[in-house]
């Protein structure tokens, strides 16, 4: 079955902090996803990518930097935290076999920026 | 740019009762359709998917949805729902780029 874990679980900053949220996967999938969730909003993808060294521009990337060191391990940075990066935060993986693919999501970092 | 609409944020049921969580998409082709359901504490799960043949796609857990390419609609349905069913419900499209776009979801309550 498909494994995706985050760390940290929670992760509490002050404003202009630096944070580094982690993602793994087992699943041998090509592609990764991050995205928040917040209220109204539903999930928000931020940033993806098909394989090591690969990054795509989400829908909401300002303020964050994401790289794929290794097909397994995604990792989203926040170089300069707001409070308005205070969100859930989740990783995603797919396989890369069409586009019907399903994703397989982390249980997410809840994130405070003070 | 594609979207999705879910218009009830919050649905309260009986136990027993039948269910329909409604969900439009914006997108002039036929998109490939999600349905992913949140427990508490949890990540999404897949409940269905779709993209062609028969309008009625089963999923997991007894529930179905129904495709309507004239009401670009993709509704979740339920015959029976059971207390364990309360969760947040989450529409998603996506049009083969890999990216996919999520509706705001649904958060179900089921009552004794």
């Known amino acids: 079955e498909a494994a995706v874990t985050q760390s940290p679980r929670n992760k509490v900053t002050v404003t202009g902090g630096n944070v580094t949220l982690s993602c793994r996967q087992t699943?041998?999938?090509?592609?990764m996803y991050w995205y928040r969730q917040d209220t109204g909003h539903g999930l928000r993808l931020i940033h993806y990518?098909?394989?090591?060294?690969?990054?795509q521009i989400g829908d909401v990337p300002d303020g964050y930097k994401a790289t794929r060191t290794t097909q397994e391990d995604f990792f989203l940075l926040l170089e300069l935290a707001s409070p308005s990066q205070t969100s859930l935060y989740f990783c995603?993986?797919?396989?890369?076999?069409?586009?019907?693919?399903?994703?397989?999501f982390g249980p997410g970092t809840r994130l405070t920026v003070l | 740019a594609q979207s999705v609409t879910q218009p009830d944020a919050r649905v309260t049921v009986s136990e027993g009762a039948s269910l329909q969580l409604r969900c439009k998409y914006s997108?002039?082709?036929?998109?490939?359709l999600f349905w992913y359901v949140q427990y508490p504490r949890q990540g999404l799960q897949l409940l269905l998917k779709?993209?062609?043949?028969?309008?009625v796609v089963q999923g997991v857990n007894g529930f179905e949805a129904e495709f309507s390419k004239s009401n670009s609609s993709f509704h979740l349905r339920k015959a029976s729902v059971h207390w364990s069913d309360s969760a947040v419900y989450f529409c998603?499209?996506?049009?083969?780029?890999?990216?996919?776009?999520f509706g705001a979801g649904t958060r179900l309550k089921v009552i004794a």
């Open positions: 699943n041998s999938h090509n592609y």
């Open positions: 997108y002039s082709a036929t998109p490939y």
């Open positions: 990518s098909y394989g090591a060294g690969n990054l």
């Open positions: 995603a993986s797919s396989d890369a076999g069409g586009y019907y693919a399903e994703q397989f």
């Open positions: 779709y993209y062609s043949g028969d309008p």
């Open positions: 998603a499209v996506t049009t083969g780029n890999y990216k996919y776009v």
